[in-house]
C-alpha cells in the first residue's frame, strides 16, 4: 500500500528507480578476485555440503580440500592449481559420515575429522532416540592422495539406551614451536537429553590416540540443535602454544584458553554479545553465523567472525583483540555494501595468513538480488588490521539454493598472498529440450540429478599490489 501512494508522485518515483537501478549495478560489478580460478570437485550434483580446506605450511605445494555426504577428500600438489578427488576416504562401517573438517600437522601428515552414525534420533533434538555414532579421524601421510584404512575412533558410542550425540566437531593443529608443537585438538558439541556441552579431546601422539573428552563450557546449554545450545567450535593455536577455543551460546560467542596443551582450561567467558546466532534465510532450511577464531603470528592479534541480523538484514562482523582474548574491538561490517539495504550475507569463514598477516573472509552474498534469494560467492580482504575491508567477487554467476540442504559452513586458507576458499551451489537447471512433452525423445530423456556440487577457487594476491 506504501509503494502504491508513493509511486504516484513521478518525481519520487524517478528517484527511487534510479538509486535502485544504480545500486544494484553497482552491487553486480565488485571487482573480481586476483588471479583467481574456479574448479568444480564433483562432476555430477549430489548430497555434497559442508566444506573445509587447508594448506601444509611445511610444503605449501600441498593443499587438502574434505566435503560430505558421506566423506570425500581432493587433493592438490602444485598450490591449487589442479585439483583429484582421493578415494576411500569414508568409513565402511557406518552407514552416514560428514561434518568434515581437515588440517595438516607439523609433519606434513593431513588428518580429516568427522561424525558417523546409522541413523539421527528425534529432529534437532539428536540425543533423543541416539543410535550409535562418534568423532573419528584418518590420516594422510602423502598430502592427502591416499587415507589410511582403518579410521581412529576420537569417542565412540554404542547403540544403548540415553546415549549421547556427538556433533560438529572441529580439527586444530599445534604447528607453532612451542613445547606443545604436534598437539591435535578436535572440538564438538555433545548433545544430552538434559543439555549440550562443549567437550575436547587432544592427541599427543600424531592423532594415534585421544583423550577421554573434557567439557570445557562453564555451563551446559540447550539440548537442541537450536538457539541457546552450546555449538559451532572453533580454535586456533598462538605462537606460545596457548590454545583458544570459541563457540556460540546465548547469544553470545564464548571464549576459553588453555596454557597447558589442552590439559586445563580458564574459566569459559561470554566475550561478544550476538543476535540470535540460528535464523531463517529465504529459500533455505535453516542458516547460522556461528563464530570463527584467527590469530596473526607476528601481532598475535587475535580475530574472530560470525554473522547475525543486528542490521535487520544478516550481515558479516569481525572483531579483534591484542591482549590475548580480554578485551575486544567493537564488531566491524566485512561486507561493504550499504547498511540496511535488505541484503543478506551468510556463512562466513576466517583465515589469516600467517606470512603477511591479511584477514581474508569468504561468505555467499545476495547483495545483487533486490528479491534476496540469489547469492555470489565474495571474498573480503584486510591489510590493515581488520579495520576495514574490500570485497571480491569470487563467483560471477548468481544461484539459488532452494529446495536442497545446504549445510552449516563453508571452507577458507591463506598462504604466502594465497586465498583457497571452499563452497557449495546448486547448479542451474538445464534448460528444457524444444520438444512437445510427449515425442519420444522426450520419454526416453534421462531426469536431472538433484542436489548440490562443491567447489574450490583461488585467489592470488602476491602481485596485484591491492591493499585497503
Known amino acids: 500500500m506504501f509503494f502504491s501512494r508513493y509511486f504516484r508522485n513521478p518525481a519520487r518515483a524517478a528517484s527511487i528507480i534510479f538509486f535502485t537501478t544504480t545500486l544494484l549495478s553497482w552491487a553486480q560489478n565488485l571487482p573480481k578476485a586476483p588471479r583467481s580460478q574456479v574448479f568444480t570437485l564433483t562432476p555430477a550434483p549430489g548430497y555434497f555440503t559442508e566444506p573445509s580446506i587447508a594448506v601444509n605450511l611445511e610444503n605449501p605445494q600441498q593443499v587438502v580440500g574434505v566435503f560430505q555426504d558421506n566423506v570425500h577428500a581432493a587433493y592438490s600438489g602444485d598450490a591449487g592449481h589442479t585439483w583429484q578427488l582421493a578415494e576411500n576416504v569414508d568409513p565402511k562401517n557406518y552407514r552416514v559420515s560428514g561434518d568434515v573438517s581437515v588440517t595438516f600437522d607439523n609433519q606434513s601428515h593431513a588428518f580429516v575429522c568427522y561424525i558417523a552414525f546409522d541413523k539421527l534420533g528425534t529432529f534437532n533434538y539428536w540425543a533423543h ?86 567439557e570445557i563450557d562453564a555451563h551446559p546449554g540447550l539440548p537442541r540443535d537450536d538457539n541457546g545450545g552450546a555449538e559451532g567450535f572453533d580454535g586456533v593455536v598462538g605462537p606460545d602454544g596457548r590454545l583458544y577455543a570459541i563457540w556460540s551460546q546465548d547469544d553470545a560467542i564464548m571464549l576459553t584458553t588453555s596454557r597447558d596443551g589442552g590439559t586445563t582450561f580458564s574459566h569459559a567467558r561470554a566475550i561478544i554479545h550476538t543476535a540470535p546466532i540460528m535464523f531463517a534465510i529465504q529459500t533455505l532450511e535453516r542458516a547460522n553465523g556461528f563464530p570463527q577464531i584467527a590469530i596473526d603470528p607476528k601481532s598475535k592479534r587475535l580475530y574472530v567472525t560470525w554473522s547475525d541480523y543486528r542490521n535487520g538484514d544478516l550481515d558479516v562482523f569481525i572483531a579483534f583483540s591484542d591482549n590475548d582474548g580480554k578485551h575486544w574491538s567493537a564488531p566491524v561490517r566485512v561486507n561493504n555494501d550499504p547498511i540496511h539495504n535488505g541484503a543478506e550475507q551468510f556463512f562466513q569463514w576466517l583465515a589469516v595468513d600467517p606470512t603477511d598477516g591479511s584477514i581474508n573472509v569468504i561468505f555467499y552474498d545476495r547483495r545483487g538480488d533486490p528479491q534476496n534469494r540469489k547469492q555470489i560467492v565474495v571474498l573480503a580482504r584486510s591489510t590493515d588490521g581488520g579495520r576495514c575491508f574490500q570485497n571480491y567477487a569470487w563467483t560471477d ?72
Not at 166 to 193: F, Q
Not at 408 to 417: F, K, M, N, R
Not at 433 to 442: F, G, L, T, Y
Request: charged share 25%; proline share 8%.
Open 129 to 214: 532416540g541416539a543410535t550409535r555414532n562418534g568423532i573419528f579421524v584418518r590420516r594422510s601421510l602423502d598430502g592427502g592422495k591416499t587415507w589410511e584404512t582403518n579410521h581412529i575412533p576420537v569417542a565412540e558410542q554404542t547403540s544403548t539406551p540415553g546415549i549421547p550425540f556427538e556433533d560438529k566437531p572441529y580439527i586444530v593443529a599445534d604447528n607453532t614451536k612451542s613445547k606443545y608443537a604436534g598437539n591435535l585438538y578436535i572440538g564438538w558439541t555433545r548433545w544430552r537429553i538434559a543439555d549440550s556441552q562443549i567437550v575436547l579431546s587432544r592427541s599427543t601422539d600424531d592423532g594415534k590416540t585421544w583423550s577421554q573428552p573434557t
Open 397 to 468: 554467476n548468481p544461484f539459488e539454493a532452494g529446495g536442497v540442504f545446504f549445510g552449516d559452513y563453508s571452507g577458507l586458507a591463506a598462504y604466502g598472498g594465497r586465498v583457497y576458499g571452499m563452497w557449495t551451489e546448486k547448479p542451474a537447471p538445464a534448460p528444457e529440450a524444444d520438444k512437445p512433452e510427449d515425442s519420444e525423445d522426450s520419454k526416453d530423456a534421462k531426469p536431472q540429478p538433484r542436489g548440490t556440487i562443491v567447489k574450490v577457487g583461488t585467489a592470488d594476491f602476491t602481485t596485484t599490489g591491492n591493499s585497503n
